[in-house]
């Protein structure tokens, strides 16, 4: 079996490490010469809209999945017609574009936001007195880690947050007060088979994801789980989905949704009978899916714009370094660790997890870390 990824960073690298596992070749499509997936597979490199690339991929691989949500839905939608291609490129339409995004969860019921369409400053100043403020401006399309956005605070800050999202086409949203972001991770398969993987309870900074904690048995969960059934179930979806929520008061409300493997998924790694990554695979391949049962508890922290000394991770008891082979820049998120609760008490892995945010400098996180874990 050979599996196309479109696209070539971490999360194709990880699928592909997955992949070795189950016997499955990897075929790499990326524009990057320096994509990190490539160890663990053969690339393709090339740009996406380059036709002979594209036939030599579709022509080579047995079945096609992405990597991420900024490729183009009119070449997945190409795959389709020949290919195995998941997930479809309905979800992909879905979840680029946020207004798709918003109104999906509307129509199925979905609690989520109060939202409007922005294309212009009349616009967003008519919105703002509709939903009242904070809000938040979204760009529609390709806006990730916080990028792409502003939160509004005061209405003299509407010019300023239009230019700052480029005076794109975008959405206001309210602000959430929240006490908890969470994440639900599932897997389906062609057979209509069905996973969920237990919630990520996720701690941002800055509108980057930090650090995510396996739950168990989370109160929140089986609610979490309905949800992204709707989704599931709406979209015909193959392969693996994560949906992100904001708990506010012991409700669940949704921010957005991911058509692919997800960052808050990668303790599932060493923290799950089987990861997001093996189990987006056995989805797209049409196999049985692997146990997403809890094997211990685990924490992930992310390692952004800095590779801690690896010496010193390896000094904290079960900690897995995940280097991506990437060049480190400033915000750029360039591995992780996963600590994992085996054989000790919750103050001695409290411990490991406060040393691990020390070797990475999330001095804030660590002062609260009693809440969060
Ligand atoms: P996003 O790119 O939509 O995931 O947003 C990045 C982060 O910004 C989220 O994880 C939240 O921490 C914060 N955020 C986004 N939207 C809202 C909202 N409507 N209310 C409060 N916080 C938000």
């Known amino acids: 079996m050979k599996v196309g990824f479109l696209g070539g960073g971490q999360l194709a690298q990880m699928m592909a490490q997955a992949g070795q596992k189950l016997h499955i070749d990897s075929l790499i499509f990326n524009p990057d010469p320096n994509s990190c997936a490539a160890r663990y597979g053969e690339l393709i490199c090339a740009e996406f809209d380059d036709t002979d690339a594209q036939d030599r991929f579709i ?40 207004w798709n995004e918003k109104t999906t969860f509307e129509k199925l019921g979905i609690p989520t936001t109060q939202f409007r369409a922005i294309d212009s400053l009349d616009d967003l100043k008519q919105a703002v007195t509709e939903i009242g403020l904070p809000a938040v401006l979204k760009t529609r399309r390709e806006g990730y880690d916080g990028k792409g956005q502003f939160v509004l605070k005061s209405s003299e800050q509407i010019e300023q947050a239009w230019q700052a999202v480029g005076q794109k086409p975008s959405i206001l949203e309210s602000f959430i007060q929240f006490q908890r972001e969470v994440s639900v991770i599932a897997a ?81 790694i060493e923290g799950a ?101």
């Not at 990520?200 to 995510?212: K, P, Q, Y």
């Open 273 to 373: 009978h089987t990861s997001q990554f093996e189990n987006h695979l056995r989805a797209v391949c049409d196999m049985p899916l692997g146990d997403t049962g809890l094997k211990q508890k685990a924490v992930m922290v992310n390692l952004i714009g800095m590779l801690p000394d690896k010496d010193k991770v390896a000094a904290i008891a079960d900690a897995t370094y995940h280097d991506y082979g990437k060049a480190v820049r400033p915000g750029r998120k360039v591995g992780h660790v996963t600590l994992v609760q085996k054989d000790c008490t919750d103050d001695e892995f409290k411990a490991r997890v406060a040393s691990m945010l020390q070797l990475v400098e999330e001095h804030e996180i660590l002062a609260r870390l009693d809440e969060v874990l």
């Open 59 to 98: 022509g080579e691989a047995d079945v096609i999945t992405y990597e991420f949500e900024n490729i183009p839905a009119d070449l997945v939608a190409k795959i389709e017609q020949t290919k195995p291609m998941y997930p479809s490129a309905q979800a992909l339409r879905t979840a680029q574009d946020r």
């Open 188 to 268: 389906r398969s062609p057979r209509g088979e069905l996973k969920f993987y237990p919630l990520a309870e996720n701690i941002h900074r800055e509108g980057i994801l930090r650090l995510s904690i396996s739950r168990d048995r989370d109160p929140l969960q089986a609610e979490a789980e309905q949800l992204i059934g709707k989704l599931l179930n709406e979209l015909d979806y193959v392969g693996v989905l994560a949906l992100e929520l904001f708990d506010a008061n012991g409700k669940l409300v949704a921010n957005e949704m991911a058509p692919r493997v997800h960052n808050s998924g990668h303790w599932t």
